[in-house]
Nanobody, 125 residues
Framework: VQLQASGGGLVQAGGSLRLSCAAS????????MAWFRQAPGKEREFVVG????????SYADSVKGRFTISRDRVQNTVSLQMNSLKPEDTAVYYC???????????????????WGQGTQVTVSS
């Protein structure tokens, strides 16, 4: 499966962006789709994950109430609506797909098999 992330850009603090991740093939219901981000000089950080078959998403505390993940099982896409953006949200955002993850594994980047190429999000103050 190849993942293609898009939708990044430059936005002022308090603004919104919507990221999309398109999969090249049908995603198995056992997979978890997630977004991670990596700021310069920092480790890759978990943002949110959702099981492809359904269920409640798991968000990092830093984005709860501001970011919303959604999936379209017909289009094979996962989107990330980001509202009330802050300068500290500036990073390259990656989508990822991993098979049969349990909830506690969602934040572990090493558990994901497939990664998109990343899209830059820059929030100016």
């Amino acid at each position: 499966v190849q993942l293609q992330a898009s939708g990044g850009g430059l936005v002022q603090a308090g603004g919104s962006l919507r990221l999309s991740c398109a999969a090249s093939a049908r995603i198995s219901s056992s997979y978890v789709m997630a977004w991670f981000r990596q700021a310069p000089g920092k480790e890759r950080e978990f943002v949110v994950g959702i099981r492809w078959s359904g269920g409640s998403p798991s968000y990092a505390d830093s984005v709860k109430g501001r970011f919303t993940i959604s999936r379209d099982r017909v289009q094979n896409t996962v989107s990330l609506q980001m509202n009330s953006l802050k300068p500290e949200d500036t990073a390259v955002y990656y989508c990822a797909a991993g098979p049969s993850l349990i909830n506690s594994d969602y934040p572990r980047a090493s558990r994901y098999s497939y990664w998109g190429q990343g899209t830059q999000v820059t929030v100016s103050s």
